[in-house]
């Protein structure tokens, strides 16, 4: 079979689906390895695919893709723009958009099988193509491990993928050792007392602890975290009352928190627990505030001498001009737990999604950060061509520098 790049992501676009729903992706992607002779299992933690490709002696490289959606209602104005809804995870019914690129992800790893299935005599060893479920929530790598990846599939000597970003299209990169940073999700449910609106001194006001709570948790960076060092606090959500004239009882903050060192993060959370008892004796409250860690992404290391002959591989095939080293990124992700449980070596790369004119027309400008949407925006957009196809070749030429050579000169990572 050939695959259609253009017509599958548009597809995926339009149809996206949220964590551990994504059953319509998941038959696209195993329909797709089907069609190409691979090996395919199925309902591995809950939705994820695996494609197993043996071809002779070798090392087993994985090569990794993303299926879920996200909760945001797509603004881009695209003729294959979503209109789907979805009910997420609290039961509310949502609007549903691949906000992330992970369409961009499943679309790229079937096209890079393709490839690879017709070039069996260049290479040799075992491919696994696994496209993850539930990243967004940071779960799916663990669900498909704990569901037993790796009794059902081979385990492998290194991990591959990649993450299309708000980068000029046709550009890849990596940055060595600590690349993606580590993330917290902390929930706080501050308690007062709730009454009357018109008899605010009969109460203890949440709301207004909750306000107090989120302009001193912004000193935290700026006041108790080194300038060396890197901390991001974000509040996401804050949620009280119903209805204008009554104080509620409670208010609950959502609070995420980035960082790259576990010291760093030690003590962000730390801080955020004291600020948040603080204000809370602050205001007269009887109860301390609930502070209950709900989900965490561990910090994505990118293996030092892989990254680099990775990144040497990508000069030689796309030119040097096409590779840069991004940087770390404060944004999460939950790939290294495949590499970890399979004790090997990871090589995470961004692959760059945007129209290179408006690109360097607002790095000019000074005007990136509003003219660029970024992953999670409404107006997230990747340009089609040529981000398929060098996603697709950054796959493939990553994969055969670390398969054998099929003619017996075999080299493990």
Known sequence: MAIDLEETYKDLHRHPELSYQ???TAKIAADGLRGLGIDV??????????????????PVVLLRADMDALPVAEETGLEYASTERGVDPDGNEVSVMHACGHDVHVTCLLGAAEVLTGSRSEWSGTIVFLFQPAEEQGSGALEMIADGLYDRAPKPDIVLGQHVAPAPAGMVGAHAGPAFAATDDLLITLHGKG?????????????VMAAATVMRLQTIVSREIAGGQTAVVTVGTMHAGTKVNIIPPDATLGINIRTYDTAVRDRVVAAVTRIAEAEAAASGAERKPDVTVTDSFPLLHNDEEATARTMDAFRASLGAERVLDPGAVTGSEDVGALATAARAPIVYWLLGGMDPRLFTSALANGTTDADVPSNHSPHFAPLIHPTLEIGVQALVVAAREWLGTGSGDLERP
């Open 22 to 24: 994504e059953h319509r």
């Open 195 to 207: 009454g009357h609106g018109s008899r605010p001194e009969t109460t203890v006001d949440p709301v």
């Open 41 to 58: 299992i199925e309902g591995v933690g809950r939705t994820g695919v695996v494609g197993v490709l043996k071809n002779g002696d070798g």
